[in-house]
């Protein structure tokens, strides 16, 4: 978490001094422990906030602009708040400006000005959420500013609008999702199409959940990531010659699945759609054995769903692969996979705590010998959606 004093201190050598008084609020990143490319399909998914995330410093000002900035990027400007629009040069400004906009739009008009810093312990752009971190604490900053109801469902959708429509970026739900509603110790159980979820708890005893940051740059992702999607509708056309009343493949068990894929003439569309089936089944699976306390069979279907989605799905890439075979090569490992989109970002592994060390030790110097990046880790703890900071500031 954030030194909030010293942020404090950056925020009045930024904003100087004001009789009005600073809030602080805070929403986490994530870390999707599996259910992966489940999301878009209707399926499940299997994420969990994580303790770090972005830190939003605010305080009502006299005039009705809207100062940004943020510790992690260049870039500070006043906007007024009648002048919020998309910018391209306005960079990171856009997600903020986005929520104010969207806001507006859904009949929760932002009154006056405030001054906003923003601090962030998510790595950008590596598949933790960032985006999604730094858009929910900014509409739950805002509502609760203005004395709105603050629905976190609805925050994350209105989140989520924002990243479609206002910055353009194609993404689901479960980012917002989870930055929105996550909970202490517990991991959320979401289906991505009716909304439903259920907090499920992540007691993982001497195991700690290592996220590996592959440092590579998530170049090819959008390109593939459409690819997939549509891939994934042309099987929901074949599949409906059996079953009619299908819109998303996450509608099918494996059961039915099985029992229909011949029609689906074309072998890579056939190879996606497999992927997606047996992936929701393993967040289903993961639920049971996570009740049961075996994190052993846990660690086996992280591992089944890396698999897949390197050999069927075909969205790990080389940086990926080798992080999670350096990491299984470990002891203590009960499991390794990719999460996120793919093609780079990070990997989450399950590992004993007293293999920690020789996990960044090993998986480190063994992912630099095969491809030259310098990995980062960061062992993690389950930590709460969105909140209010109550620290005195
Ligand atoms: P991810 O969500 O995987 O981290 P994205 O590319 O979706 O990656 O979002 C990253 C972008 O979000 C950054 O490039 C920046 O524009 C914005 N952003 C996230 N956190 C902050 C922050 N603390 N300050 C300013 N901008 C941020
Ligand atoms: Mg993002």
Not at 281 to 298: C, G, M, P, T, Y
């Amino acid at each position: 978490m954030a030194n909030l004093q010293a942020l404090k201190k950056t925020f009045v050598e930024l904003y100087g001094d004001s009789s009005a008084s600073i809030a602080a609020f805070h929403a986490p990143g994530r870390v999707n422990l599996i259910g992966e490319h489940t999301d878009y399909n209707g399926g499940y998914v299997f994420p969990a906030a994580l303790t770090f995330g972005t830190t939003m410093l605010i305080r009502p000002r006299e005039d009705r602009n809207i100062g940004f900035a943020s510790t992690n990027l260049p870039l500070r400007k006043q906007i007024s708040i009648d002048e919020l629009s998309y910018q391209e040069e306005d960079d990171w400004m856009n997600y903020p400006k986005g929520i104010f906009v969207h806001l507006a739009k859904e009949g929760f008009p932002v009154t006056k000005g405030y001054d906003l810093l923003f601090h962030g312990e998510i790595p950008n752009g590596s598949g933790l959420s960032s985006s999604a971190s730094i858009e929910v604490v900014t509409a739950f900053g805002l509502l609760s500013m203005e004395g709105y109801p603050k629905d976190t469902v609805k925050i994350a959708l209105l989140a989520q609008k924002t990243e479609n429509q206002f910055v353009g970026v194609n993404c689901g739900i479960m980012d917002q999702f989870a930055v929105a509603n996550g909970k202490k110790d517990h991991a959320i159980l979401l289906m991505c199409d009716t909304l439903e979820y259920s907090h499920v708890p992540f007691n993982s005893g001497k195991y700690k959940l290592v996220i590996g940051n592959t440092n590579k740059r998530r170049g090819l992702v959008d390109s593939a990531y459409n690819e997939r999607r549509s891939q994934c509708e042309q099987a929901v056309t074949y599949l409906q010659q059996q079953y009619p009343g299908i819109e998303l493949l996450g509608q099918l068990s494996l059961e039915q699945f099985n029992a229909a894929k011949h029609l689906i003439p074309d072998e890579t569309v056939s190879k996606r759609a497999q992927h997606v089936i047996e992936e929701i089944d393993r967040v289903l699976q993961s639920i049971d054995v996570l009740k049961a306390n075996d994190l052993e069979a846990f660690g086996k279907l992280m591992v089944g769903s890396h698999n897949s989605l390197r050999d069927l799905y075909e969205v790990t890439g080389p940086e990926l692969d080798a992080m999670v075979e350096a990491a299984l090569k470990v002891q203590g490992v009960l499991g390794s996979r990719m999460t996120g989109a793919g093609f780079g970002g990070c990997t989450v592994s399950l590992v004993h705590e007293d293999s920690v060390q020789t996990f960044i030790d090993q998986v480190g110097r063994e992912y630099t010998e095969k491809t030259g990046l310098t990995p980062s880790f960061y062992v993690c703890e389950i930590g709460n959606g969105v909140e209010k900071l109550e620290e005195a500031l």
